[in-house]
């Protein structure tokens, strides 16, 4: 049974402020889209990687991969169209797809392997973290709601799913005109459990200056062998 990896890149960088796509942005000296893919491309049990990129850096994402066996596509208006183009691209021999967002190139090597054990067993899973902050529902600048924070957890990246089961949500969001913030929504309209692997509070998402300074530091941490 084969798995491939989607690699979601089709962000422009907005809330980072920069001139260029934030995934071209360098940590450490290599670009984020670099550091996320060669996580996948070293990995034995990822067969092939397909990433889905903004049509206005397409280019700059074909020149940082280059030396790499990746399939690069144009992605859509959403994320949700985006990996909707990927999959396209994935081979229909493939058993299990990982979709993975392209600035977070920080996941750790137990967590893949977990993520495609337990797709492969269950169907769906999502990494996901135990929240740790306390969080507020607020209304017009009010607090009307605090959610018993033991039963709430932050959703990360990979996500990964038995791609046939993944194919069938997508379609059936089309057709219904379904919107969804992450894949496992789309499965979730299905009826099908989400199962979780734990994820850790380095795997972040690289959105916004601050995080970039986080991201220096880890990267520290990795290279060193010290995660």
Known sequence: MSAWAVIVAGGTGTRMGSAQPKQLLTVGGITIIERTVRLFAGNPEIEGIVV???ESAIDGIREALDAYPVIVVIGGAERQDSVIKAL???????????????????VQKR??????AKAREFGAVSVMRPLKETIKVVEDGIVVETPDRSRLWITQTPQAFRIALLRKAHERARKSGFKA???CML???LGIRVHCVEGDDYNI???TPADMVFAEAVCRLFEQGDK
């Open 111 to 116: 967590v893949i392997a977990e993520c495609i």
């Open 52 to 54: 889905a990129a903004a």
């Open 205 to 207: 998402k690289i959105t």
């Open 88 to 106: 396209g691209a994935v081979p229909d021999s493939v058993d299990v797809v990982l979709v993975h967002d392209a600035v977070r190139p920080f």
């Open 187 to 189: 499965v979730e309209e």
């Open 181 to 183: 913030t992450d894949d």
